[in-house]
């Protein structure tokens, strides 16, 4: 009897079927690494000016004004900034006064924007907050803090939506907005400034809709009313 063998038996055919998984596999993602990477790169005020759409935008963002719409074709919202063009996109034309400035340089934006990052490290927000889904859950997600309509809702009364927020970081018991308080944990004016620079900013980064329904849960921390 000479049967032939099963191929499924065969040696030879599982080591190169492994050896083709291993290879296809590294090479996608090599390619995936490639495109993550593209995708994050920070945008520049070039690429606000001619108009060209970035996960991550230009520090320059806190100049304009930025709005959260939803996108029928991706099926959630999208960060708009400097206004809404017929199709959707943003036209990146709107500016909005960022405490009494909306000619910010991209070099001044950035430092305060990190001076908000350092601020947010050093003080550890991440114990109760979120920020791009990480950290921890007692306190809201602050990816889009800066877009809780709470805050268009007590601007006039601190002239501008960025002084109501500072004031709030640097004693948040006074303007509790939640049964669950935030403790006041001795942020300084300036500090304050710079971590609202960086909510802004972050509020402008595309997340693919992140979180999830965002303000659209009644009684959830952001819900729109
Ligand atoms: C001990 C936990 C805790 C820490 C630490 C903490 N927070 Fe909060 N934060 C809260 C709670 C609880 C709320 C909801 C309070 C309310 O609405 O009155 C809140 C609310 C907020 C809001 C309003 C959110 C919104 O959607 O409008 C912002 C902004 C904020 N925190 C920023 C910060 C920043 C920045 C830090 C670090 C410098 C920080 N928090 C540290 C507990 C904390």
Partial sequence: MDKKPSVWTSNRFWRRSATW???????????LT????????????????????????????????IDYQLNRRR??????????DANGKSKYEEKEKFFGRDDWSE????????????????????????????????????????LDPTW?????AYNGKEYAIKEFLKNP???????????????????????????KFMSAIDTNGFPRNFGKIKGAVDARK
């Fill in 173 to 199: 018991p006074a303007m509790a907005m939640h049964e669950r308080k935030m403790p006041n944990l001795g942020i300084t004016d300036e500090e304050a400034k710079a971590v609202v620079a960086y909510l």
């Fill in 75 to 84: 099926g959630h919202e999208v960060p708009i900034i400097g206004g809404m």
């Fill in 21 to 31: 998984v291993t290879g296809v596999s590294a090479v996608l993602l090599i390619l």
């Fill in 34 to 65: 490639f495109d993550t990477m593209a995708q994050m790169k920070m945008g520049t005020e070039e690429d606000i000016k001619n108009k060209i759409d970035r996960r991550i935008p230009s520090p320059v963002v806190i100049n304009y004004k």
């Fill in 152 to 156: 268009d809702t007590l601007a006039p």
């Fill in 107 to 146: 070099e001044e934006a950035r430092a305060l924007i990190h001076k908000g990052k350092l601020t947010i490290q050093a003080k550890n927000c991440m114990d109760c907050h979120t920020l791009l889904g990480n950290g921890a859950y007692y306190a809201p997600d602050l990816t889009k803090a800066w």
